[in-house]
């Protein structure tokens, strides 16, 4: 095990920690730890809402969850020598669920979760057709996650940080900060909102001195988006193995991580989609010096994926292309195509039993491929979901004999929104 | 070999050989042939233009290629008892470039093509940015390309129909025509044209009485865009060993199908992405009556990939978000991502000597993978793309000591739009 | 398609084509046909019996099969330039069953067939227990096999040629038959023998002129084993996209290759236990001048297999030690753990309803993985065998419930040895 | 985590901890705890040699090391309610080295070892080729391994236990005995020896009362083979993930398990081949009553492996028949021709710098794979062994330009045997 530079005690709350870390990005934040190329080290993270989330059978946590108070970032880690212009390079060595906790009230404790948003808070990919809150618990059995609010199904975790990256220079920062304001100013009062400028209420900044308190958390900007930093990417592919190359904005780079997920669908579709946890992550740095000119990256992550993720060799797949659910017919609307293709799988899930809901889950939480198939063929574009048969106990392909029936259970837990 | 029910002779026109297909959506276009569930059968495609790209030096046959023309489809072939409300099965048996013509002048013939279309005649995913003319040639060895205009890669070929679909029925035909130019109607002079209406010029219907030409060629659909039949979906997986569902909307199913593609991206980015061939393909047809209503699959295809699909193990990955060039935030914009995503992996590959130009082609063309990675973290959706390291002859990685650099040969032949 | 060096015309024999090959080894043989480094070139190859297995319900024909007649080889293709102590390049670009004729009398011609040879004509790896004669045809669908004699299951081909290699030079071909005849010498009369002497009758020797037939008859090897020159491997990742390297051992490398299969599993068990047909195969070949030294490569041929074969995920895995069915304890023998292994899971299969025959035979033909797990672990040698669970069309996973129990249609047809 | 019902303290030697395992296997060995059907458990396991080979640059260790003493084994564990004629499921949760112990004296601390050992000393596959001891220390870097002692390589962990199986009836142990017995005699004097007979020095029996040690300990068996009973079968792809199905032989079957390995080469070629290491393991047990019958399991364990193994994509194999080094043909010996396929393996490696025994000790460690590859062709076997390429950190491939010259460093430690 590589040494622990930012413990984390179950027992307590992210703020009352030894080590404090933060939950908005700013170049001032104070780096918590120092690295150097080389180095490999253990980071704990705390899942995104800090224990807000609860195993039960009800979603009332999840129509209330705290979005002001995301996402509870492990760092910043300063890396000695970076300094802008370079390429960090992030090796994720291993990562997980919390080391030795196996039960107990916070997720990573031998359990996740992931949840339905309601369209007031936060919303969805697909919030209009699913408006309320919904939430599935799922079980940790090694490596196994399975749900006693999705039955039928089982799958290898494909753990991963959802949320990774560098901390943004003061200029960056402004930019972000003026694009988005004239993101959110073209529609101001819309639910869900276009974005999230900062949020002074609930920041934490780390180590940052009293006296700049106020200042910084009327500046920083919200954990919710990727950006040129790398940031909330939720790749799901960002497994154990990969390496990651992210631009480096200020002096000693800053990286911070957290959000771990259990496992993820492309897309984290329901929002909080992935299964969400706590847990460790072990990582090693290394930089490479003007990297960001010599290889063009400047404006966001590369990286290789590892090559330990669960293997499928068998997929249903279901395509989708840019009309609306009314009919409107948009112009080559990938985001749109994959919202169809997602409401195609709904549909044929839910001719096996499962409600519309248990299946939107599903795809949020399952290794479930979404892939951009055809951008050019005007006016539509076609987006695929390909869905892992071996993930079911049960044959969901077609045939002339029809769809099996399964036991849909208890059923998702819901809460009005 | 199963029987051959759609041959054709590569030294003819389309419209002069035994059997005449068709390059337009009607109900009425009549069936060429008839087979029954369980029947397997082998049908020649045509590549998509005709015969009109050629295997040269020069762009100027894409700056100038005839899009009325397209696409050349072998069908429709009726299915016997086939009727509305079902689901037809498709089993993709084998694909291949013309068999036993290893050399001539029509793709298919030894060699295919790729083309980056001029903005003025019909673009592609990043026309803004590459708004003129461009090609490469592929030469075929067994399962293999490479190109003289690419040097430096090569790959196994992932062949595939890039359209397949049933005939629409006479509400589906009217329903695409008025929301496609409902969409036209927003900005009728758009180049490229938002969507392409009816064009009664260059339209085949196969064996239509001539009578009825002119009404049907002004009511037919254009075969560029997937839609509720299938049709154009230019999904790369739909490699041999798939088995696809098609909605029946015509009694008989009518299947039509064409546009084979050695190769392609995800995305078929250039538009003419995909190394475009002639070629034949075997099918096997069964009929799942009422599968519309009992698997929930009633707008559009599903199906089961392939597992003998080339195999890749390592990736060098990049990320889009929805901001644009310019600098504006967009508002969950997966398409917008991925364009963002394939223009710095372009970026990344001139820096190894290659153009911009070669580095386009080759990501339509070369088996990347393309994913929706994030779509719910506002502002910004997350697209990434992934190609496969093995199909580089070098080193394609970053590191500290930088990129080799390759020789990029002739370059990409082009034509100013 | 690559230029045909080697016509075979299906309507007639082996002998009576217009270019002959050949069914022995030996350095005298004369080429057929001329190549140069970096051609590509195509070859027809006849199925090793020529014909004398039919497509009906008897056995008889693999009882009474005609050893002394096989294998029926393409070539020998003289290479320019290659001489001694060079490394053949050979890059199999494609390969498949007899192309453009689908049904026939003669395997290649959509279907093939797997057999259990009698013990007293050749035998197989598991002779003692299955002494008589069996024999099961295979149907090609596309890229798929099935079997009217082993139902149940189906598989994608795994398509290779058992047999390929560069000719002996003469003292090679001396070292063969001294080292070959000095093990018959230590049990001559055993049934099945130990190996196969020089046998005149029957041989066929290509171009070689009368007056020396009767010389080289007498001193020409039999083509059974695989040896230094690679030969009659039948190692089933020989397929499409494969590179083997090869010693040359005489001027022209004189590559000859023949004996393909539709699958295989590792192994070949039942001795006959491919799916044999004749076929097409295109290969490029290229020469590493001086390369038996440069690589250390002088007694066995190495490879890269390719990275198209199909792809399956989940695996029934048996195990088999080094002890003897009678309980004998032998000492650290791989050949027997396998047999044991695969007794294990021809054991396993007939509990749900297969007979003992028809699970021997889909050992030998599907893409079954057999591996050397444990080598050193005294006494016992551990071998494992992989059966892909998807080639079933029942879950043939052991569970709770008990086996599932599939009807066996009319069985392997049958001759007793 | 599951409960952890067998620990280990890395201060303390396997026989002065609280609860004690045993390495030999008898019947009477009591239970050091008892788990139900459906129970999960977490298990500690100790390196097979408890400490005796340490993290240096000597092999002098490896030359004595003290075979008499192993394995040390975790358990028995009774499963409640199984029976003899039962079928024990036991799933693989996860397995991983020592937790939370980054460094230290004991394998499994950061780090593990592989050796080849002297002829005199147990000897390995190739120990009349390789007659003295070896050693290579490999360091973890997550789930990477690298070693100082074999340069250019690294590889991701395939972690498994080499052993683990049920206890043996007394019948069955005395039928064990009785056959290996038999083995020896026919040459009782032999170096390495055919098999090894019970050995009372140094035998750990767990809680087994003082009044019964000195029967049991002659009577037990030694662990080295596999057996009826799975035991010490070195398989590499019972991973993270695997389903076992043991045969049971005595009521409440009496699990055992122990030797995990951080990766290993099918074979386990340099008997201590595998990279050993201590560590922990989680399991959940199932029973199938009455299963050996229903499924015809009675002899050798079942398995389904994991699908989390890395993956690769690209190998180079090379092959071997059975003719030993002296030019003597033997008659279809799988054992022999997988030894001289790894011998031309170790001959290609060396042209890239390596020292042989290097190239053998990397065979041994890494993910390579061992294939019977043909079984018939008399009186040549063919075996295959497959080495993945991008475990290489250059390039590996046969090219015209000749092999790269790699820094072999320090080499591997010997001691001369």
Redesign the interface.
Known sequence: ???LIFPLDSSKKFEDQEKIGHNRWHPEIPPVATVKPGD?FRVHCREWFDGAIVNDDSADDILNAPLKTVHKLSGPFRVEGAKPGD?L?V????VGPI????SGPLAGQ?WGYTGIFAKHNGG??LTDQFPDAYKAIWDF????ATSRHVPGVSF?GLIHPGLMGTAPSADLLA?WNR??Q??IDTDPDRV?????PPEPEFAVLGGLPQSEYDRVAGEAART?????N?G??????LS??TRV?YPVFVHGANLSLGDLHFSQG??????C?AIEMGGFI?L?V?V??G?ME????K???????????????????????S?TLE?????????LS?Q??CL?AI??L??FGYSPEQAYLLLGAAPI????????????????V?IP??IFDFDV????S??TQIDPGMGAPHSAG
Not at 91 to 94: H, K, Q, W
Not at 232 to 237: E, F, R, S, T
Not at 294 to 297: C, L, S
Not at 397 to 400: I, K, L, Q
Request: hydrophobic share 30%.
């Open positions: 095990m590589p040494e490999s390429l390079v090796d994720i060595l291993d080391p030795n906790e196996d031998g969805g990919f059995t090694g490596q196994i290898a930019t694009r988005e004239a993101l869900p909102p276009l974005a999230l919710a988006p990727p950006r040129e790398g909330n990417q939720d790749i799901k592919n154990k193995g190359f492309d897309g984290e579709i329901t929002f989609g072990d090693r290394e490479i010096s990297g010599t290889y063009g990256v404006e966001n992550a590369i990286f290789m994926p590892g090559t330990v993720d669960p293997r499928f060799s068998e997929f249903i797949a279901f395509s989708g292309t009309v009919g409107e017919q948009r112009y080559l609307d990938s985001h994959y169809r293709a195609h549909d044929y839910t001719k491929e979404g892939r951009l198939s055809g951008v050019v063929d005007i006016p539509n574009a076609c987006a695929t390909y048969t071996s392909r077609p045939s002339a029809g769809p």
